[in-house]
């Protein structure tokens, strides 16, 4: 072993030439050692006993911390346990006079011993515990396994406040009284320092504390003497050279009485304690007794308690003896309800029948939905003649990239005949709407009546299926967006609109700014750095909001971001090692420190409803550990923000270890388009994450359900893009005052609030900005003061932001929205502008400086209040709000969590369970 130095050697010269040891405290590489080294050579099979006996230690008691030894030769070395002795702590306890922490030490050395567990009853000592005990009249609860050095100054408590045992030196294989050990304890003590302690304390005080019988006193002193008998030997003869024996023998009688006049001291300072612990124990008795009488007060007065209770039972006798009666009279009307039970089961069979003709209406229903279908499929081939159209517009537009000039007049020629066909492909996507309204009314009325409504859910689900119809609308929806844009932004603008719904996703990615990149550039970008992993709930080139939010502040925080693409290519057949995956990733660049990775899966999968398992499972992990093990990355987090990603991201933290975060930003089970083993996936994932992410308080409390470590980070606003609001001049022309809205118009979205309000109010004039895919939005397009503006790109929203006089958040209260933080909320007071909202959870704390509304009289309120607003502090209060609220706020949250998580060891309880998780979901692999 290298020694670089040493703190500090003791020689145990006094004892028996075997039991001579040298112990050394030495600095080695590793860090600081004790070394124990025998004086003599029959001393060795002595100093090598002691790792039996730290062995014995760890085995038999409960708990038992002992530094961890070895060999070294013919020495033994131990782990240096840094920390402070029990008896130092009663020192300084002695030295500030605290008589109270003195004892309570003590009751802590008690109840550590009392810890580490009992032997069975009627366990008998063996070897030297027997013969040190043997004249002890009876033996109190004993502790499985004896050491003898379990002394004050011999257990450290260390930072963290675990006791060690530092001394294993005299461990021996048989019980020992637990008593005894505590004895010995206080006996070295006050050996040791007894002219110290016994200033304010006394060594029989302490015992009496410590709850030793007094009987056990002398036989215990005994034992005490009897085991340094063993060590040093009876006559210490070894300690002194032959040569001086006899003079030392001349000299013995005034020794004597020098020792004889010190243990008469000490037996006299005894006797006053046990004086003064026999006047405290007579003033004891005298309470006892008082204690006593009064106890006998009290029983007199209980057992008169008692004959009232006795006479109030006996009254209740006679109260239960009605109720007797009045359970008899209510079984007989029991028996009458029975029999109009009998009756009503008449009337139903009645209905049955009733039912058997309702079932041959639904027959006639039947042919009408066929008929229905015939007329659908007569729309469908009227739109496929318009996508004969739309591909010759396509080719015009070609020609128009190559001469701008010369398509702008063509552009101009045919606007009038493609207006007049979208006018017609309008009326036809009118009537497939209201004629698909109508078969859903018609499926919803079958499903009350009979079992063959699901034989009419899996039909339409077939029509649903047919690829030429869903090619349709997505066709009809991209034909309105495009003349929006010809009106709005031009044929350029135009162009790359219908380019992104029809084009390849070579072409897309071009259109999208992606810029190739291979592994070269991601092992140059994500060397020595942080990697982040996401797996994505929206595409990244999707409506901008908190996860790309988040994403990007990463980033730009110096870590290296690996964004998983959420179009997973099917290859049909197995990876068999990571290098043949490796070949078959693509990466592209998003933006700086951003890479794109394309995976390949088996078999053709969708994220949001397939479950990734077997070969696809194979392949997807394959392929991202591939480039997770070619990365020297200094560590790696997983951020999963889609449920479906839960079984590849714990699969891939099992291979390559990082931190799991799941951003819980929705209640999955809201959504009408999420299957139900979503939810179940939520729910495990939630269990196995390292740290949940949840965006709302009631999100937060779910997750705390399944996992402690979950902290609340709210949405939050791009400040300085809304704070600074600048017309773009496309609502020049709009009359004030502007009802505003923006973002996305789906299933949670309340469009009769706002067309009521609307129809009431022609002077306003409402704007909603967004997708309405997923919304019944027919009666809002009917009026004149309401204008769907459709999706719009993220950077113009501040554009359009800024001609609202109101901005609202008309929400349905639903159970996705009652765990929904509004992102728009945040968005719209950057600038300080009132806003009007259903009153939902996470808004009631903004109550105060927003119009929060449940009916739609609160709602018209609202409005009428904001517009007449004119409080410039209260505009203020909201813009301090938003940006205490901005993303770069949210993300130091998260990160500052990240860091705490990644300086404090976590919980072992947390390392088992994620291990025994891990192991579970291989075995089901």
């Known amino acids: 072993m290298d020694i670089t130095g040493f703190d500090l050697i003791k020689y145990n010269r006094d004892r028996l030439p075997r039991y001579q040891v040298e112990t050394a405290i030495i600095s080695t590489p590793r860090g600081r050692m004790v070394r124990k080294r025998a004086l003599y050579p029959e001393g060795r099979d002595h100093v090598l006993g002691m790792l039996g006996g730290a062995r014995l230690l760890k085995e038999r008691l ?197 020792d004889r006049e010190e243990k008469l001291y000490a037996a006299r300072l005894e ?49 239960l003896e009605g109720l007797r009666v009045e359970l008899e009279s209510e079984r007989l009307r029991l028996k009458a309800v029975h029999a109009q039970l009998e009756l009503e089961r008449a009337h139903a069979f009645k209905l049955i029948d009733e039912l058997e003709s309702i079932h041959r209406a639904c027959d006639e229903q039947r042919a009408e939905i066929s008929a229905q279908g015939e007329r659908i499929a007569q729309a469908i081939r009227e739109i496929e003649g318009e996508r004969a159209l739309s591909r010759q517009l396509q080719e015009e537009l070609r020609i128009a990239e190559q001469d701008l000039s010369i398509a702008r007049t063509a552009l101009a020629d045919r606007e009038s005949e493609l207006l007049q066909a ?73 162009l790359k609109s219908v380019l ?77 090692n990571d290098l043949e995956a490796l070949n078959e990733v693509r990466l592209g660049k998003l933006k700086e420190h951003i890479f794109e990775l394309h995976l390949s899966s088996f078999n053709k999968i969708n ?55 799941f951003d819980c930003m929705d209640d999955h089970a809201g959504f009408s388009n999420n299957a139900t083993e979503v939810v179940k996936r939520e729910t495990k994932l939630m269990e196995k994450a390292d740290l949940v992410v949840a965006s709302s308080a009631k999100l937060q409390e779910k997750a705390l359900t399944f996992n402690d470590n979950t902290i609340l980070v709210r949405n939050g606003t791009d400040f300085e893009m809304f704070h600074d609001l600048r017309p773009n001049g496309k609502l020049d022309g709009m009359r004030r005052p502007i009802i505003g809205y923006h973002g996305a118009i789906s299933e949670w979205f309340d469009p009769e609030v706002v067309f009521r309000c609307a129809q009431k109010h022609p002077e306003w004039n409402f704007v909603l900005i967004g997708s309405t895919l997923g ?40 159970e996705l929205t009652l765990a929904t933080n509004p992102v728009k909320f945040y968005e719209y007071i950057s600038s300080g502008k009132p806003t009007v909202s259903v009153r939902l959870p996470e808004m009631e704390q903004y109550a105060d400086i927003c119009y929060l509304y449940r009916t739609d009289e609160e709602f018209e309120r609202g409005i009428i209040a904001a ?34 998580m990644k300086g404090g060891e976590e919980p072992r309880l947390r390392l088992l369970r994620r291990r025994s998780d891990d192991e579970k979901d291989s075995s089901e692999r």
Not at 552 to 557: E, L
């Open 62 to 258: 409960h708990g038992a911390n002992v530094p961890a030894g070895s060999m070294d030769g013919d020495d033994v070395v131990f782990e240096f346990i840094e920390g402070d002795f029990i008896e130092d702590v009663i020192l300084r306890r002695a030295s500030q006079y605290d008589k109270e922490g003195i004892l309570d030490a003590m009751d802590k050395f008690r109840h550590y011993l009392g810890s580490m567990g009992s032997a069975p009853a009627g366990s008998a000592m063996r070897g030297v515990p027997a013969d040190l005990l043997s004249h002890v009249p009876a033996l109190d609860e004993m502790m499985p396994l004896a050491n003898l050095d379990l002394t004050f100054d011999n257990v450290v408590i260390d930072h963290n406040g675990r006791y060690w045992m530092t001394d294993v030196e005299w461990v021996f294989d048989s019980p020992i009284p637990r008593s005894f050990i505590i004895y010995r304890g206080l006996y070295v003590l006050f050996l040791r320092h007894g002219a110290r302690l016994e200033q304010f304390i006394t060594f029989p005080e302490c015992l009496s504390h410590a709850g030793i019988p007094q009987a056990l006193w002398e036989p215990y002193r005994q034992a005490c003497e009897g085991f340094i008998d063993m060590v040093l030997g009876k006559d210490r003869g070894h300690m002194v050279p032959p040569a001086y024996r006899r003079q030392t023998h001349k000299l013995a009688s005034l020794s004597y009485l020098q």
């Open 271 to 319: 006797l006053e304690a046990t004086k003064r612990a026999l006047d405290e124990m007579l003033e004891g008795a005298r309470r006892r007794e008082a204690l006593l009488q009064e106890q006998e007060r009290r029983l007199g007065a209980q057992s008169d308690q008692l004959e009232t209770l006795k006479r109030d039972i006996a009254e209740r006798d006679g109260d």
């Open 422 to 494: 979208l006018k017609e492909r309008d009326e036809n996507f009118v009537r497939l709407q209201d004629m698909t309204e109508r078969f859903i009314g018609k499926q919803a009325e079958l499903m009350t009546m009979s079992d063959w409504a699901r034989s009419m859910q899996l039909r339409l689900e077939f029509l649903e299926s047919i690829p030429a119809i869903g090619y349709t609308e997505r066709m009809a929806r991209s034909y309105k967006q495009a003349v929006d844009k010809l009106k709005s932004e031009g044929p350029g603008a135009m």
């Open 500 to 576: 992104l719904k029809v084009a390849p996703q070579q072409l897309q990615r071009i259109l999208h700014r992606q810029e190739p990149s291979n592994m070269g550039d991601l092992k140059a970008d994500a060397e020595g750095k942080d990697v982040l992993v996401v797996f994505p709930v929206i595409p990244w080139e999707f409506r901008w909001q908190r996860p790309q939010q988040l994403v990007s502040r990463f980033a730009a925080n110096g870590y290296t971001v690996l964004f998983v693409n959420m179009t997973i290519t099917p290859r049909g057949s197995r990876y068999i």
């Open 607 to 661: 994220v949001y409803q397939d479950r990734i398992k077997g070969a696809d499972l194979n392949n997807v992990a394959h392929g991202l550990l591939s480039v997770l093990r070619d990365l020297e990355p200094r560590s790696v987090t997983y951020l999963v923000q889609f449920p479906g990603w839960g079984q590849l991201a714990n699969l891939a933290r099992a291979r390559v270890p990082g931190t799991l975060v």
């Open 775 to 814: 919304c019944q939005v027919n009666g809002l397009k009917k009026l004149p003061n309401v204008h769907l503006l459709g999706e719009m790109p993220y950077r113009e929203l501040p554009g359009y932001l800024h001609y609202f006089d109101v901005c609202i958040i008309p929400f349905k209260v639903c």
């Open 867 to 900: 517009l007449e607003e004119r409080d410039d502090e209260l505009k203020e209060r909201r813009i301090q709000v938003a940006k205490d609220s901005s993303w770069d706020h949210r993300f130091q949250e998260v990160r500052e969590k990240l860091e705490e």
